[in-house]
Every structure is written in structure tokens, then in C-alpha cells.
């Protein structure tokens, strides 16, 4: 009787068991999204324009990346200004301007192709087609492009009659739009009218009848109502989920973490010890910033960690706890300083340091099961109003990637200071922040990944992200959303080249330490 | 960045509580002044709502509505929203006591249409009492609701009494849909107990039609400041109409995931696996021609069950076992000698308990939610799993409650075949002939913390020096250590 067929063996990385036998079985990885499906998924928004199509489409884009999808919008809109660079006025919209539907057209096309190459060369499984796409021709070209190459098509209508919603769509994204940089306010508003004009007269919007086959959610008047047509999978059910659970009411998130804690001192990560003299100091001094915030019906969320329940209590305003809001679970290596972790475990310790984002600890979490823990939060948060988290560091720059559309590479990173609260304010298509320190000091809990000190400039600029050779991705590794029209830059995720930093197992442990930050 | 001065030091006006850890739960709670915890911490509850909400079927016989009542209840319940369903033709029948023939329904029925109202506003009562007194979160109120009059009463009802309303409506036109439902539920009701297939089908299908004439349905326009789910054509498509608050968008999305399509959930756990009969597992006859999902945790030892099974699996980090905190790897006996007292909490409350550093079932159930919404979108799933986490599930498709749950027989080498079927399930012991360690332990007659070791260890099973978790770390990929032969593989697909 053979057994190796059956010899399991655990990726170091991650700590999943997989097979010493190669992939002969299919074998996808467990997450919060099941790739049960292995057709790529086309999203394309239906609606005239001020509708908030772009607004959906940037938002269910940020969302899916965050959970683990790769996704990426096409605003054709985007690629109309990249060919005829000058907008005149809302005569190019014209049903009747001949050349300019060819242009429009030819534009669609470019999209659609840049479509195919995202699924076929970067692995994309999720593209929004942003366009208006009012008419039944145009709706009937992307389905066949969509059969031809296999791919699953879900429509996203908005149907909007409100005139103070439009008026406000147009206030907070149009007038700022490159077309109308030269304009001004009355005379953007008027030809922006004028433009959903032209629209109006073609658009036919998709029948219950005629479009019974379809895959199709209808959002009327920004979420009263919802019709939703012939769920086929399972992203699509999600899609729907996420899609009635948001809102556009204007609303402010405040988060931060709990006070410094003894452990905090200590250098030491994890557990659940009580706040430190100067986390005391720090409850209170959130509480009267809170309350000088003058905010409406706030909620304030904790973990079921000591920390952030002592935090909340300094407020005096009721508070949930949710367990989903707890630290990472560092394992093995809970309530150690990372010169312990350096000393039993180097091994793990370069490891987290090569995909931190990956990285589990034996028998703890990974950032990104972080991420899949904290999807239901994400979901209440959007549905809720004014919140105020109080959590920890990994968690926090788990929530703040989302908010801020960080890619898995940088989120690890993302500065998240002890005392220092986080006050974000949707605004436009993204999210306005601003970091309030309340002065109370505190220890510097960051790490950097440690970067090898004689190297002060980069060498070689055009290198991409290569990855130590321990560890091999054989998943494609989530982005923020990329600009629309252009491949990610590099040089925007602010990272030091892999090939600088000292993030081999064989590291001594000086360059382990390296970015260690100072403790008592 | 801004800088918040003076402020800092003038505002301890609030002295805060002190915490206190709940030794079950390991929650941390404020205490009141006299030292003892606070009564009722706020705790992340599903149901984010303030009142109770009532929920109400619309619809014509026939159109699912006590499947969806009965199904949504089941669910809400799992998740820790108690909830219960009031069907208005049960009270009818305890009015009526013998049903005679659809003419009772006629809407010119006057005696008829008295005991049928009278019927609803007991139902009402038995409601109201639950939402307010026995702390009922949600109710279901199942009965056709067909006309506007009827539900205007329904929302007045609710208004005066502080509940939320939210409509589920069930529309259907599809003959071969009504006609199975038919078959599947109503020929088996107490109303044609005496009748044979012909008569009852003939009557329930007049019966549907005296409702018809009068039948309002929930309109886009008229209705638009209720909040409702209409599901047309058994789930093809929805209008969903204001949804208020979280507990209706929770329902709403089980609403827009559960379907009726005939399949099948397999539920085992680990096991060893006969590899002579892996290469044989290809065109086996029992696979439908679809085929079935196969799902593991990501715990080596349902891997290595999936793996001899030799289809591809998906690994859910969800279905790991529960953690068990410190108490990890640790035997009964070791437990009782450096835990007492947690093993005696444990015994108290086995559902809420939570291992210190682990989890409790309570966690676990919250964190299997998405499998269970996968598997209502699924059709043919095998779950290869662990002791706990099957019995989380298990108590999902069963309706069993958080007393019953920790308890569940859910021994190894035994798959259960669980196949809806009318409004629940049915469920399909299949006991694969291989040896295995038994691994349940009953709760003990004495759960005090002062108990002795003896009353503490009473109930633990009878191999002594087998451990909950030892047992599995005993399972290398070298011959087994418990059992005499491999689970037949075979068998599980034969299901």
C-alpha cells in the first residue's frame, strides 16, 4: 500500500497542507470567496449619466479587491477623454453626431479588448464596464463579445427620477471633472443637463420581459428599491449583498486603537493585558474628543479584548463588543517581543517578513484571514452610519485598506499609531482622512520590513516585485484597484525593491531586528 | 493633524467601570458599584435592532410560505435570533377541528371568514406575547395576507405594539411548481388525512381559487413605503423594498440564497481512507451525473480524507475544528486535573462556554455562517469535518437548540445523508464498517465546580487513554493506530 499519495505537506507561508503530489486534482484554496466559478465575471452598469454608476462601480471594485477578488473597472468615459483629449460641449452626445459615435463606439471596443487581456494575461476574474450602456444594441454587443470569450455577464442598473440626487451627483463629481475644468459651475450644470438629454431619448432600460434571462440587479432611487434578476453564482450573490447594503447618506468613521497597553510597553505583541498609566490617561481624552465631535447617534464598537473595553469605557456612551474586532492571532508566538520571535522561530520570522500579508503564524492568523474575519464588519459599517472602532493595529490597517483601497502588499504596512484617531469622510468617489493625535504620548508599535542600511538608493528601478525563492505565489496576489487605463505603479505602493531588503531565512539576527521599534 | 490640548486632563468626569471576566463566556464586563458584573453587556448580537420584528407571508396556497417561515426560522434561530413561527390554518384547525371541503374558504362564507379572522388576531395575540413578554426577537407570521384590508390590520396591530413589519411575498404562476408542492405538502396535511390524491388535489386546487379573485399583491407603487421581499417564480427574481435595518438585510440575503432544487449534504468527518480503492473511485455509480462539491477544513487530517477520496475539495479555514485554547492536546483527565474548574463550566453551559484562549460553540456557529449560506446555494455537497463543527451544522439542518447542539451523536466513520424533503429534512446514518475510537462524552450528573475528579470524569468515554484531540494526532499517514481497517471509500460515494 502505497502512502505517499496521501503525504501531506504544509506550505510554510501560509500553513496550508497541500499534497506532495502535485496538482493533478484541482485543488483550490478555502477563503472567504469560494472560487467555485472558474468564468471570469463582467459587471456592466446600465444607467444615464449622474446616476452613480462610477460611484458603484469604484466602490464594488474597492470591495471585491479587499475580499480577495481580483477586480478591476474599465470607465470608458476614461478612454472617450484619453482619445478626443478636449471636451467641447454636449453636442458630442448627440444621438446625431455621427463621427462622435464612432468615436464612442470605437472606445467601447478598446475597453472591451483591454477586458480580455485583464482576464486572459493579468488574471483578473472581476471586470466593471462603466459606460452607460442605455441602449439594447450596445447591451447586446458586450453579451456576445462576453459568449464568445466565456465569460459571465451581471448587469447593475440605476434608475434614479430624483432631481435633488442628481443635482448633488452633479455637484460632487461632475463640476471637478476634467471636462468641465475650463467651465464655469452654470455653465457645467446646464451642458451636463443637456448631456443626460441626449441619453434619455435612446435609453431603454432592461424589461422584466424581454430581459428575463439576464443576470440583473435594478437599483431604483439609491436603494429604496431593488429588483434583482437570475442570480447565477455566487459572486453575483455577494455582489447583490454588498450593493443593498450600501448607502450614500453622509456619514463619519472614526478609528482608532485602544489605549497603550502594559504589553505595549513591553514590546511584547498580542494578548490581553490591561491599558498602561498613559492608555488611562488616553481613554478619557478620546471621550472628550468624541464628545466634541458633536456626532449624531454615534456607535462605538470594541473587541472582546481588555483594552478596547477599557478604552470604551472611559467614553460613557454604550458600546458592542464584537469578537470579529479582535488582534491577530499571533499563535505560537503570542506575548513575545520580536527578539524572542527572532531567537525561537527565525525561521518564521523572515518568512513574515517575505508576504507579510500571507504569512501565518503556527497555529494563529494571516492578515488575510484577518480579512475574512472581518468582511461582516465591513458590511455593517457600511450599512451603519456614524461609528467609532475601537480596535488594534492589525485590525485597523485591515479596515483602513478597505476604506483606503491599499493593495494586500502595502496594508501590512500601513502606520497605525498608538493614541492617534482616524476620522474618515466619504467624499466623492473615495474617502477623505484625517489623523487626530490626542496627545498623550505612547510607544511606536510599527515595524517596518527591514531594509539592509547600505543601500540608500535603489539600483535597479525597473525590477518588479520578485519574490524570495522559499516561496513561490501560486495565487495572484489582489492589488488596490488599478487606475483604470494604466497598469499599477510601482512607484505609488512606496515600497523599498524585495531585493534590498534582508528578508532571507538565513538573515542574521541584527538585520532581523533592523526596524524593531524601541521598548522598555 | 490636529492636536487636542487642554481638554486631556480636565475630563475624567466619567470614572470608568471596573472589568470583571466572565468565567464562561471569557468576556470582559463592566461591574456595577458593589463589585458584582454588570447584568447585561452589550454584545455583538446578530439582531442590530431595537424592536422586534414581525414578518409576514403573502401569498395564494401552495406558494411556499410555510417552507420559507419554516426555513427563515430555523435560520434565525442557529444564529442566536429567537424567533418563532405562528401559522394561522394550525389555529384554524384547532377552531375547526374537521376540515370538510374547500367551501369553507369561499370568500361569501360569512361563519367562514369570522373563524378565520378570529384566527389571525388569536395568532396576533400569541405574537404579541411572544415579541413582548417571553422575549421573542422575531416573529413569522405564516398565512396567506392575500388582501390589503387583512395586512392594514397586521401593520396597525404592529404600530400599537412597537414592532417592525417586513413582507415576504411568494409569487408563483409555474403549474409543475405548485403541482410538487402540492404533492409534497399538502396531501400529507391534516385537512386530507381522509381523502384520497384525486379528491385532496381537486379540493386544495378549488381552494386556491377562492382566494384568487380577491388577491392584492404587494404593489411597487401603492406599497412603497412598507418594506417587503417579493420573491417571484421560486427565486428566478426579487423586488426588495426598504429594507430597515440589519436583521431585514440579513433575511433578505438567506431569502436570495436558499433554493428548492432536490440534492443531497453529506456531513462526515475525518477519517483514514482506503487507498487501494482510490483508483477506483473515477465513474463510480453513485455519483450523480453532477457530481459533488467536496469540502475540508484546512486541518491536515480531512485533507488527507479528501485527498485518498481523490476528488477535488475545496478547504474552508471555517470548518476548522473548534480551538480549544489552552486546553489544546490535552486529555480529559489532564483537563480535570489543571482545569477543575473550567471543566466544570464547561459541563454548565457547553454552548457559551469558551476555553480559555479558544473558542466556544457559540464562536463556532458564528464562524460557520458562510458555509452554511455556501451550502444553501449549493446542490450535492460532502463536508469532511470535525466532532464540533458537524454538530454545529447538524443542529442548522435539524432545528436543534443550543442545549441539544454540544451533545449531538456525531460519531467518526459514520456519514450522515441529510435530503430535504417537505418542510425538513431527512436524515440518513450511514455507518462505514471500520472500528473507531468514540469520541462523545455525555454531560455528567454533577456539573458543580467542587465536584470530585471521579463525578467530573464519569462520563468520558471508555478508551482512558484516548484524548478528544490526541485521537486525531494519532492518525499519521503510517498504519492506523485505532481501527482495524480503512474506511471503504466506496462506501461514502455510494450515498
Not at chain 2, 491536515?300 to 475539495?313: F, N
Amino acid at each position: 500500500m502505497s502512502h505517499s499519495q496521501t503525504e501531506l505537506t504544509q506550505n510554510p507561508l501560509e500553513k496550508i497542507w497541500v499534497p506532495w503530489m502535485s496538482n493533478r486534482l484541482r485543488r483550490r484554496r478555502g477563503s472567504s470567496m469560494p472560487q467555485f466559478t472558474n468564468s471570469p465575471t463582467m459587471i456592466v452598469m446600465v444607467g444615464l449619466p449622474a446616476r452613480g454608476k462610477t460611484y458603484i462601480s469604484k466602490k464594488l471594485t474597492r470591495y471585491l479587491n479587499w475580499i480577495g477578488v481580483p477586480t478591476k473597472v474599465y470607465n470608458v468615459g476614461q478612454y472617450r477623454r484619453d482619445a478626443v483629449q478636449t471636451y467641447k460641449n454636449f453636442e458630442f452626445f448627440s444621438p446625431e453626431n455621427e463621427d462622435a459615435m464612432k468615436i464612442r463606439k470605437a472606445c467601447a471596443l478598446a475597453a472591451l479588448k483591454d477586458v480580455c487581456s485583464y482576464f486572459t494575461q493579468d488574471h483578473g476574474q472581476v471586470a466593471v464596464f462603466d459606460a452607460t450602456n442605455t441602449t439594447r444594441d450596445r447591451r447586446e454587443l458586450i453579451l456576445s463579445f462576453a459568449k464568445d470569450n466565456g465569460y459571465k455577464v451581471f448587469f447593475v442598473e440605476s434608475l434614479c427620477d430624483d432631481p435633488e440626487i442628481i443635482a448633488e451627483n452633479i455637484k460632487q463629481v461632475k463640476l471637478s471633472s476634467p471636462d468641465y475644468i475650463n467651465c464655469d459651475k452654470e455653465e457645467a450644470v446646464t451642458d451636463f443637463l443637456k448631456r443626460i438629454n441626449c441619453y434619455k431619448l435612446t435609453y431603454v432600460p432592461l424589461d422584466d420581459e424581454k430581459d428575463r434571462h439576464l443576470s440583473y440587479i435594478k437599483i431604483f432611487n439609491v436603494g429604496s428599491r431593488y429588483l434583482v434578476n437570475q442570480v447565477q453564482d455566487h459572486i453575483q450573490s455577494r455582489i447583490v449583498y454588498y450593493l443593498m447594503n450600501i448607502h450614500v447618506t453622509p456619514r463619519t468613521i472614526y478609528l482608532c486603537r485602544h489605549g497603550e497597553s502594559e504589553l505595549n510597553l513591553l514590546g511584547r505583541i498580542g494578548g490581553d493585558s490591561g491599558l498602561s498609566a498613559r492608555g488611562i490617561k488616553f481613554a478619557p481624552a478620546l471621550g472628550s474628543y468624541i464628545r466634541g465631535q458633536c456626532i449624531l447617534d454615534l456607535k462605538i464598537w470594541t473587541s472582546h479584548m481588555r483594552r478596547t473595553i477599557q478604552t470604551a469605557e472611559a467614553i460613557g456612551v454604550p458600546y458592542e463588543q464584537w469578537k470579529a474586532l479582535n488582534e491577530i492571532d499571533a499563535g505560537v508566538c503570542e506575548e513575545m517581543t520580536y527578539k524572542e520571535i527572532q531567537d525561537h522561530f527565525p525561521e518564521e520570522f523572515a518568512l513574515r517578513d517575505q508576504d507579510k500579508y500571507r504569512y501565518r503564524y503556527p497555529k494563529g492568523e494571516s492578515y488575510e484571514d484577518l480579512v475574512q474575519r472581518l468582511e461582516p464588519v465591513i458590511m455593517e459599517l457600511e450599512r451603519q452610519e456614524n461609528v467609532l472602532v475601537i480596535c488594534h493595529q492589525a485590525v485597523m490597517r485591515c479596515l483602513l485598506a478597505y476604506f483606503l483601497d491599499k493593495s494586500a502588499d502595502e496594508l501590512p504596512y500601513l502606520k497605525c499609531p498608538l493614541h492617534t484617531v482616524l476620522k474618515l469622510t466619504p467624499v466623492a468617489y473615495g474617502c477623505k482622512v484625517e489623523s487626530i493625535f490626542l496627545n498623550v504620548e505612547a510607544v511606536n508599535t510599527h515595524r517596518d520590513r527591514p531594509v539592509i542600511e547600505s543601500f540608500t538608493t535603489p539600483q535597479n528601478k525597473d525590477a518588479h516585485c520578485s519574490h524570495s525563492s522559499l516561496y513561490r505565489s501560486t495565487r495572484v496576489q489582489p492589488m488596490a484597484s488599478p487606475v483604470p487605463t494604466r497598469a499599477p505603479r510601482l512607484q505609488d505602493l512606496g515600497l523599498t525593491e524585495l531585493s534590498l531588503q534582508n528578508v532571507d531565512v538565513d538573515r542574521n539576527t541584527e538585520d532581523a531586528l533592523l526596524t524593531v521599534p524601541k521598548h522598555n | 493633524m490636529s492636536l487636542i490640548g487642554e481638554d486631556t486632563e480636565r475630563c475624567a468626569t466619567v470614572s470608568p467601570r471596573e472589568l470583571t471576566r466572565n468565567p464562561l463566556k471569557k468576556t470582559w464586563v463592566p461591574s456595577c458599584r458593589n463589585g458584582l458584573p454588570e447584568r447585561h453587556i452589550s454584545e455583538r448580537k446578530v439582531c442590530m435592532t431595537n424592536c422586534p420584528t414581525l414578518i409576514v407571508t403573502v401569498g395564494l396556497p401552495a406558494r411556499g410560505k410555510t417552507y420559507i417561515s419554516k426555513k427563515l426560522t430555523r435560520y434565525l434561530n442557529w444564529i442566536d435570533v429567537p424567533t418563532k413561527e405562528f401559522n394561522v390554518g394550525q389555529y384554524r384547525r384547532e377552531c375547526v377541528k374537521i376540515y370538510k371541503s374547500f367551501e369553507f374558504f369561499q370568500p361569501d362564507n360569512e361563519e367562514g371568514l369570522k373563524i378565520r379572522k378570529q384566527c389571525a388576531l388569536a395568532a396576533l395575540n400569541d405574537v404579541r406575547q411572544y415579541l413582548t413578554d417571553e422575549g421573542g426577537q422575531v416573529a413569522v407570521f405564516d398565512a396567506t395576507n392575500t388582501t390589503r384590508e387583512r395586512r392594514e390590520t397586521i401593520l396597525r396591530f404592529a404600530e400599537q405594539n412597537g414592532f417592525k413589519v417586513f413582507f415576504v411575498e411568494s409569487v408563483c404562476e409555474d403549474p409543475d411548481v405548485i403541482a410538487e408542492n402540492i404533492v409534497q405538502v399538502k396531501l400529507g396535511s391534516p385537512d386530507y388525512t381522509h381523502c384520497n390524491t384525486e379528491e385532496a388535489v381537486a379540493d386544495f386546487l378549488k381552494r386556491i381559487k377562492c382566494y384568487e379573485n380577491s388577491y392584492q399583491t404587494l404593489d411597487e407603487e401603492l406599497d412603497r413605503e412598507l418594506s417587503f421581499i417579493k420573491i417571484i417564480d421560486v427565486g428566478q427574481r426579487y423586488l426588495v423594498n426598504r429594507v430597515q435595518d440589519h436583521i431585514q438585510s440579513r433575511i433578505v440575503y438567506y431569502l436570495m440564497n436558499i433554493h428548492i432544487t432536490p440534492r443531497s449534504i453529506y456531513l462526515c468527518r475525518h477519517g483514514e481512507s482506503d487507498l487501494n480503492v482510490k483508483g477506483r473511485i473515477g465513474g463510480d455509480s453513485g455519483l450523480s451525473g453532477r457530481g459533488k462539491e467536496v469540502w475540508t477544513s484546512q486541518m491536515k487530517r480531512t485533507i488527507q480524507t479528501a485527498e485518498a477520496v481523490g476528488v477535488p475539495y475545496e478547504q474552508w479555514k471555517a470548518l476548522n475544528e473548534i480551538d480549544a485554547g489552552v486546553c489544546e492536546e490535552l486529555m480529559y483527565e489532564e483537563i480535570q486535573q489543571k482545569y477543575p474548574l473550567e471543566f466544570a463550566l464547561r459541563d454548565q453551559d457547553k454552548y457559551r462556554y469558551r476555553y480559555p484562549k479558544g473558542e466556544s460553540y457559540e464562536d463556532l456557529v458564528q464562524r460557520l455562517e458562510p458555509v452554511i449560506m455556501e451550502l444553501e446555494r449549493q446542490e450535492n455537497v460532502l463536508v469532511i469535518c470535525h466532532q464540533a463543527v458537524k454538530r454545529c451544522l447538524l443542529a442548522y439542518f435539524l432545528d436543534k437548540t443550543a442545549g441539544e447542539l454540544p451533545y449531538l451523536k456525531c460519531p467518526l466513520h459514520t456519514v450522515l445523508k441529510l435530503t430535504p424533503v417537505a418542510y425538513g429534512c431527512k436524515v440518513e446514518s450511514v455507518c462505514l464498517k471500520v472500528d473507531a475510537v468514540n469520541t462523545h462524552r455525555d454531560r455528567p450528573a454533577n456539573v458543580n465546580v467542587h465536584r470530585s475528579t471521579e463525578d467530573a470524569l464519569q462520563t468520558v468515554p471508555p478508551l482512558t487513554s484516548v484524548s478528544l484531540f490526541s485521537l486525531h494526532l494519532c492518525l499519521p499517514s503510517d498504519p492506523v493506530v485505532l481501527g482495524d481497517e480503512f474506511l471503504s471509500v466506496r462506501c461514502l460515494l455510494l450515498l
